[in-house]
């Protein structure tokens, strides 16, 4: 980070959240929809796992549901690590672990009641994807439950338009002033410096997931074949979905 600067992190994570808002059409009801879903299947979590947790949004939630979890937050991305930790630090019940989750050590997070996502999977290559969902199944605990807020495309090019043409409309009518996602890299990078911004493109590398998502279809099949069970959609809209599956 640029040691001149005195950074104003609360601004940082405030046009964060109204950055990815710009995004994500109905953004607090998937955070909603998560929390809702653990506290039926797990009232009291003692471990929750959240991969790629960025800025902290879904965790700082978590945190603030279940007083009595610890939760992991995983990212790969040193800058926007630095956000989650200044969110969080009022927090002792999380860890925040930069990590490559197709790499990582996942044998320390055996026994997790949870395992979370939001915007970050359809970042990774389906194979990827697919020994991710592997490795989730393996340190969750019986009964269990992993739960993702991601995209999700559609098997039919006329559906994935439309849905891609409606999504565009509603945030077109809930967007406000925000940056945009690369002005927000642009601005937040020159604010850190140059040594944060060369950090994080050594961490990131190249990234070649599917924007769009894989159609649900294909995760319901994956995540069968892990061994999970009650595989289901529990939230909609258009080209965005809440999917999880709760380990038998």
Not at 12 to 41: C, H, P
Request: proline share 2%; charged share 25%.
């Amino acid at each position: 980070m640029n040691p001149t600067r005195k950074i104003d992190w609360q601004n940082w994570i405030e046009r964060y959240d109204k950055m990815q808002e710009r995004y994500l059409v109905n953004r607090s009801e998937r955070f909603d929809t998560i929390a809702g879903l653990i506290k039926a299947v797990c009232p009291n979590p003692r471990l929750i796992i959240d991969l790629g947790c960025g800025a902290g949004s879904l965790t700082v939630r978590l945190l603030e549901e279940f007083a009595s979890a610890k939760v992991y937050a995983v990212d790969l991305d040193p800058a926007i690590l630095l956000l989650a930790e200044q969110r969080l630090k009022h927090f002792n019940r999380v860890q925040i672990v930069q990590a490559d989750i197709t790499k990582m050590d996942w044998d320390k997070y055996i026994g997790a009641d949870a395992v979370v996502s939001s915007t970050a999977l359809h970042w990774l290559k389906a194979e990827d994807l697919e020994a991710v969902y592997q490795q989730i199944h393996k340190i969750l605990r019986n009964g269990g439950i992993f739960l993702n807020a991601d995209h999700a495309g559609s098997c039919s090019s006329l559906i994935q338009r439309y849905w891609e043409s409606n999504r565009e409309q509603m945030l077109r009518e809930q967007t406000q002033s925000a940056d945009d996602w690369d002005g927000f890299w642009r601005q937040f990078l020159s604010e850190l410096g140059d040594d944060a911004r060369i950090e994080r493109q050594k961490a990131l590398g190249q990234w070649q997931g599917t924007e769009e998502g894989m159609p649900l279809q294909w995760h319901f099949k994956k995540l069968r074949q892990c061994g999970f069970e009650y595989i289901d959609c529990f939230w909609r809209c258009d080209c965005d979905t809440v999917y999880g599956a709760i380990k038998k």
